[in-house]
């Protein structure tokens, strides 16, 4: 996330928040590489939106970033 808010207030001047919800004790099996650039575009995707409908000089909401398990089958 971190990498991501960076990215966005080099471009705008400024990033919303990040929120996580959820578990974050998940264990599973997934390449951590690919989990890292999956997650690191969905956020920096969702920054730069909130920060170009925004504006840097509004005040802009929260992204709101929810984890949760997989129902069983």
Same mark, same amino acid.
């Given at each position: 996330m971190e990498? =991501?808010k960076y990215?966005c207030e080099?471009a705008?001047g400024?990033?919303p928040?990040?929120?996580?919800?959820?578990?974050?004790d998940l264990?599973?099996?997934? *390449? /951590? =590489?690919?989990?890292?650039?999956?997650?690191?575009?969905? *956020?920096? +995707?969702?920054?730069?939106a909130?920060?170009?409908h925004?504006?840097v000089? +509004? =005040?802009? /909401?929260?992204?709101?970033?929810?984890?949760?398990? =997989?129902?069983?089958?």
């Open positions: 990498d =991501a990215l080099r705008h400024d990033s928040e990040v929120v996580l919800h959820g578990r974050s264990v599973f099996t997934y *390449i /951590p =590489a690919h989990l890292y650039y999956c997650m690191f575009e969905l *956020i920096k +995707n969702s920054l730069r909130v920060a170009e925004h504006g000089h +509004n =005040a802009m /909401p929260p992204i709101k970033v929810s984890v949760a398990p =997989a129902p069983e089958p």
